[in-house]
């Protein structure tokens, strides 16, 4: 079917036809796009309220006086279904060779079937709702694809946690030299070598040592308040009388 021709087949019928006016025009176009989405196979199922939106035709009254006249007045064959769940047929005439029908589905000679003039959009309304759906259902996987990559590169992004620093285990000399510079004796340096040196340099036990000076420190502190106790202890009898009874 040769669209242009085919309009410009009615539209040339149409100039010379005073009976019909916009309403008619505005009409016949609608079903027309009813017919090209249907490839121009005869005949067409309709729906009045579809092709009242399309034609802006707001009367009922209106649209059974337009279409009934263009079927008088051979514009089309239209066939009412008085079945409120069945289309109306119309079947719609060439102009380009006159009044020849194409009828049954067949087209006239030398006339192709995929010379579509518009994009369909009348009778394919649930099929372009579907196909949106299905557009969006193929998307959605891919952007939600791009959001996990960039959430895990963010993750990689991220810089791991350090670890405390392990200390490191001095040597015997160190640990004199330590002792002796905040003036304790070697004696002293030896007890708190070989004690960590024993339980592995935990303190209490339990915990990795972090710092051997701070724990040679208070070893020193402790040792420091041990001794004076024991001299104190060693001097409560000190000048006593034991001749004395008791």
Known sequence: MNYIKHLSGFFDKVS???RLNPTHISLYVSLFQFWNACRFHNPISISRNEVMKVSKICSKATYH???RELNDYGYLSYHPSYN???GSLVYLFNFRTGSEQVANGKHTKNETSTEQALVPYINNTNNNKQQTKSNESTRTPK???NIVKNF??????VAPKKKASQMTIPQLT???EYFVSQRFPLLEAD???NHFTSNGWLVSGKTPMRNWQAASNKWMLN?????NNKKSSSNVSTGKNYSEAL
Do not use: H, R
């Open 16 to 18: 010379k036809d005073d």
């Open 65 to 67: 006086k337009c279409i």
């Open 84 to 86: 409120p769940f069945k």
């Open 143 to 145: 952007a939600n694809k």
């Open 152 to 157: 895990e590169g963010q993750k990689k992004k």
């Open 174 to 176: 160190e640990v004199q």
């Open 191 to 193: 007890k708190f070598f």
């Open 223 to 227: 040792s420091s308040k041990f001794n």
